[in-house]
């Protein structure tokens, strides 16, 4: 199975920051990548898919990129409804693999 | 508007069974794969099976294989995850899904409320 390892786990920010967070994949994975947010209590919801395309009706704070192994997910200026945790997930083959999340906290 | 609704979960002992459900309105269901996502208590998001959208492929995680069967019945624009053996650590949140798109590679587009499956004696 393909291995997807996030970083950080956790990450402390405060409202109009800039963050990053990145995913790395165990082997090859083009651009199947996907990134979810979760709200504690709620089921994810599709913020970019392809590595780089933003979902329609997702905030264009929203970026992500990357190709092959490495990945990144950024947010621009930080809103208060963005403190939650973000999971990569590759769908280059199946099985199906998630990162095991990044929580953005309020520093 | 796209939907899908869970049921099923609930209390069982280890080595029982369970069957979940998944009904799905607002788009074309024989036109889209399934799949199932679990998520254990506080931890992260796990993969368990996708059914294709005429049931010709069916796959599972290695950690249900030959435990777990997924199948549909597109008559009824329904989904099923039959859980035979269960144990303890198969206690988590299901979440029924669906493909962004209807064919190639397709990350998930819409999701579940999830139903809570708990497995203890």
């Known amino acids: 199975d393909i291995q997807m390892t996030q970083s950080p786990s956790t990450l402390s920010a405060s409202v109009g920051d800039t963050v990053n967070m990145t995913c790395r994949a165990s082997?090859?994975?083009?651009?199947?990548v996907a990134w979810y947010q979760q709200k504690p209590g709620k089921a994810p919801n599709l913020l970019i898919y392809?590595?780089?395309s933003l979902e329609s009706g997702v905030p264009s704070r929203f970026s992500g990129s990357g190709s092959g192994t490495e990945f990144t997910l950024t947010i621009r200026s930080l809103q208060p409804d963005d403190f939650a945790t973000y999971y990569c997930?590759?769908?280059?083959?199946?099985?199906?693999?998630f990162g095991q999340g990044t929580k953005v906290e309020t520093k | 508007e796209v939907q899908l609704v869970e049921s099923g979960g609930g209390l069982v002992k280890p080595g029982g069974s369970l069957r979940l459900s998944c009904v799905v309105s607002?788009?074309?269901?024989?036109?889209?794969?399934i799949n199932w996502v679990r998520q254990a208590p506080g931890k992260g998001l796990e993969w368990v099976s996708c059914?294709?959208?005429?049931?010709?492929?069916?796959y599972y995680a290695d950690s249900v294989e030959g435990r777990f069967t997924t199948y549909r019945d597109n008559a009824k624009n329904s989904v099923y995850l039959q859980m035979n053996s269960l144990r303890v650590e198969d206690t988590a949140v299901y979440y029924c899904?669906?493909?962004?798109?209807?064919?190639?590679?397709?990350?998930?587009?819409?999701w579940g409320q999830g139903t809570l499956v708990t497995v203890s004696s």
């Open positions: 082997q090859s994975i083009s651009v199947w």
């Open positions: 059914i294709s959208s005429s049931s010709n492929y069916i």
């Open positions: 392809k590595a780089s």
């Open positions: 899904t669906r493909d962004r798109r209807s064919s190639g590679y397709s990350a998930v587009g819409y």
């Open positions: 997930q590759q769908y280059n083959t199946y099985s199906w693999t």
């Open positions: 607002g788009f074309s269901f024989n036109s889209y794969n």
